[in-house]
C-alpha cells in the first residue's frame, strides 16, 4: 500500500542550526502539508503546497521556515536557525483530491526535532 | 476561529470495556469531522468521517455522530481490544479551500488484558 515516508524519524540539534526534514508523498498526490506537534499539545497545521507553491500557512509558519519541492518526489521543511520552541513531531501528509471527497489525508510516521 | 476540544487522557480501560471518547468543536458553517488514530511507532491513519449533520461514521467497531446541535463527534466502541491501544484525534475541515486539517491534542487509549 502506498505511504508517505518521512526521515530522519529523530534528529537532534543545537539551537541555531539549520534542520531539513524530508518527506517522499504518495507519489499521485497533489497536495501537501506539514503539521507539528509540540510534546502534550494539539497537532498543529503549519503549511500547504499545492502547484508548486504555498497554498496556505500558519502565523507559525514564519520567516525561519520554508517548503520546497526540489525533485517532483521530495518535498522538505527546512527551518533556516532552530529555537528550543521548535522541539516537536513534524508531520508530512498529502491527498490526491479534495478532502471533503475522501476524508482522508495520508500522513508520515513523523520526525522528532529535538533542539537542545 | 475553528477549534476542536477532545477530553483529557490517558483513558485506561480493561478489555472488552465500553469506550467513550469526548470531541466537541466549534466552527462556521458546516465542517467535516474526523476521527485520526496513530498507532505506536506509525503516523495518523484515517479511522472515520462524517460530512454533515447526523451522519454516522464507522469503522472497526468505532462509530461516531455528527451532532450539530450539540456541536459534538464523540468517539465511541462497545468493546474494546488491547490493539486498540493508541492515540485518538478528532478534527475538522472547512468544506472549502484548501482543507486543511484542526485537531484537537490527542486522547491516548490504554487497553489492557
Known amino acids: 500500500e502506498p505511504e508517505v515516508t518521512q526521515t530522519p524519524s529523530h534528529q537532534v540539534t543545537q539551537m541555531g542550526q539549520e534542520v531539513i526534514l524530508r518527506c517522499v508523498p504518495i507519489?499521485?498526490?497533489?497536495?501537501f502539508y506539514w503539521y507539528r506537534q509540540i510534546l502534550g499539545q494539539k497537532v498543529e497545521f503549519l503549511v500547504s503546497?499545492?502547484?508548486?507553491?504555498?497554498?496556505?500557512k500558519s502565523e507559525i509558519f514564519d520567516d525561519q521556515f520554508s517548503v520546497e519541492r526540489p525533485d517532483g518526489s521530495n518535498f522538505t521543511l527546512k527551518i533556516r536557525s532552530t529555537k528550543l520552541e521548535d522541539s516537536a513531531m513534524y508531520f508530512c501528509?498529502?491527498?490526491?483530491?479534495?478532502?471533503?471527497?475522501?476524508?482522508?489525508?495520508?500522513f508520515g510516521e513523523g520526525s522528532r526535532l529535538t533542539v537542545l | 476561529g475553528d477549534s476542536v476540544t477532545q477530553m483529557e487522557g490517558p483513558v485506561t480501560l480493561s478489555e472488552e470495556a465500553f469506550l467513550t471518547i469526548n470531541c466537541t468543536y466549534t466552527?462556521?458553517?458546516?465542517?467535516?469531522l474526523f476521527w485520526y488514530v496513530q498507532y505506536p511507532g506509525e503516523g495518523l491513519q484515517l479511522l472515520l468521517k462524517a460530512t454533515k449533520a447526523d451522519d454516522k461514521g464507522s469503522n472497526k467497531g468505532f462509530e461516531a455522530t455528527y451532532r450539530k446541535e450539540t456541536t459534538s463527534f464523540h468517539l465511541e466502541k462497545g468493546s474494546v481490544q488491547v490493539s486498540d491501544s493508541a492515540v485518538y484525534f478528532c478534527?475538522?475541515?472547512?468544506?472549502?479551500?484548501?482543507?486543511?486539517?484542526?485537531f484537537g491534542t490527542g486522547t491516548r487509549l490504554l487497553v489492557s488484558p
Open positions: 478534527a475538522l475541515t472547512r468544506n472549502t479551500g484548501f482543507q486543511k486539517l484542526v
Open positions: 466552527a462556521t458553517g458546516y465542517p467535516s
Open positions: 507519489s499521485n498526490h497533489l497536495y
Open positions: 501528509a498529502s491527498r490526491g483530491t479534495p478532502i471533503a471527497n475522501t476524508g482522508e489525508l495520508f
Open positions: 503546497f499545492y502547484n508548486n507553491e504555498i497554498s496556505e
